[in-house]
């Protein structure tokens, strides 16, 4: 086995020729299995491809140095496409204006390229693929499994890349650049930094963590959208879209006002804070549910019922030495009360006990005449939003309408407080407890 082989490709009657031993380094051409050179040693472009049989390679390497095409206008240098040449590596930041390449690859590495739309194009099915600095265009019908968009020293600029329609995607990882992609996402797609324009096609999970995600995809669905921190902006395109679940947390803003009150929440959604923006008359309806386990919530925002305000259930023996049915109540205003009364007992709830919530947000926007200005929820105002059948709902909830619960409870004979689920938006700052006695018996207390 011959080689490593560096490209020369200025053999006179021959120039550009891959199968030509001539164009080599070594003066044999590279065979499958075998490292090749494209670097300060080339003399010449890279105008044909490699003939079957001789065209997967255990690595290939373009450097920093090499100074010509790697292809043309019209030109792809095509590789193999059944057996995956193991890695290639691309510093296309020389080469003068095409590099492009197909075929199938374990690894590709991008290390650098030209701002250009031809200065780096790919095509074919790549297992992995790391791109750290350039402009990089996939082709129509590409295959690829994972993408891992880095960054050199700009993180919003160094990479941009665009994606047709007609790709296969499973998962893309971005901590930067611009990406482009009019095609699906079946897997993942996890924004760190950057911007993330989807002009086409459906997405599967999205974790939107400090980037921007453009939603311009007309008809399309996003599965999941969790919306850890920055910008879902659906502004762009009036089409109808629809998103099964979305969670909006403190550092991201969710602007689904697009001017046509057609984007869909299928399924209520959790609102742990930040900023969601609707259009004006969008329906939608605010939906409270206390829960112990909303990761959304502080400890302080859980609601409390004070040691005072716990029933406590003992017998009580009467003077004349008979069980006894009227409730004593001790100093600390914990009523003591006899097997055979079972009193009804409302907690007192002070006003700083706000209902632990885990809020869901679903809008459902339906066609208006006139585009009107833009409702948003605040986090101070910890709504839920789901689906509302009434036209009557208010677009807007400012932070002012804390709600608070106006409970329900009864307890039980063992002295298990019980809270009604139906929670109001209005405030009711304290509910002294009082006791119902059993229809049984007429307590009094002492």
């Not at 164009?23 to 299995?33: F, H, L, Q, R």
Request: aromatic content about 6%; some cysteine.
């Amino acid at each position: 086995m011959a080689g490593p082989h560096s490209w020369l490709g200025n053999n006179a009657g021959n120039l550009g020729t891959w199968d030509i031993a001539a164009n080599w380094s070594t003066g044999v051409i590279p065979a499958s299995g075998e490292v090749i050179y494209f670097d300060g040693n080339g003399a010449y472009d890279v105008l044909t491809s490699p003939i079957a049989g001789k065209n997967e390679f255990s690595r290939i390497l373009i450097t920093k140095d090499f100074a010509y095409n790697f292809g043309s206008a019209s030109i792809t240098i095509a590789l193999d496409a059944a057996t995956a040449t193991d890695e290639l590596v691309i510093d296309a930041s020389g080469v003068p204006t095409y590099f492009k390449i197909s075929g199938k690859f374990t690894r590709v590495t991008v290390l650098n390229a030209k701002k250009s739309a031809t200065a780096c194009v790919l095509s074919g099915t790549i297992t992995s693929l790391r791109i750290t600095k350039g402009q990089v265009t996939l082709v129509t019908g590409s295959n690829i499994t994972t993408i891992y968009a880095n960054y050199s020293t700009i993180p919003a600029t160094d990479v941009i890349m665009t994606i047709p329609a007609g790709c296969t995607l499973t998962d893309i990882y971005s901590q930067g650049g611009a990406i482009t992609c009019s095609s699906p996402v079946a897997g993942i797609l996890d924004l760190d930094v950057g911007t993330f324009i989807h002009s086409d096609g459906d997405m599967n999970i999205l974790n939107l963590k400090s980037a921007t995600y453009e939603w311009n995809a007309a008809g399309h669905i996003i599965t999941r959208a969790n919306l850890f921190g920055g910008v879902f902006d659906a502004t762009g395109d009036p089409s109808a879209k629809s998103i099964i679940h979305m969670d909006l947390w403190t550092k991201a803003t969710a602007y689904l006002n697009n001017g046509m009150k057609n984007i869909k929440l299928i399924n209520p959604a959790g609102f742990y804070g930040g900023k969601l923006v609707l259009d004006k008359g969008s329906f939608f309806q605010i939906n409270q549910t206390p829960t112990e386990s909303s990761p959304s919530v502080s400890p302080s925002a859980t609601p409390s019922v004070s040691p005072s305000s716990t029933p406590s259930i003992s017998p009580s023996v009467s003077p004349s030495g008979s069980p006894s049915s009227t409730p004593s109540v001790s100093p600390s205003g914990t009523p003591s009360v006899s097997p055979s009364s079972t009193p009804s007992v409302s907690p007192s709830i002070s006003p700083s006990s706000t209902p632990s919530i885990s809020p869901s947000i679903s809008p459902s926007m339906s066609p208006a005449p006139s585009a009107s200005p833009s409702a948003s929820v605040s986090p101070s105002s910890t709504p839920s939003i789901s689906p509302s059948s009434s036209p009557s709902g208010t677009p807007s909830v400012s932070p002012s309408s804390t709600p608070s619960a106006s409970p329900s409870p009864s307890v039980s004979p063992s002295s298990t407080p019980s809270v009604s689920p139906s929670v109001s938006p209005s405030v009711s700052p304290s509910v002294s407890p009082s006791m119902s006695p059993a229809p049984s018996s007429s307590p009094s207390a002492s």
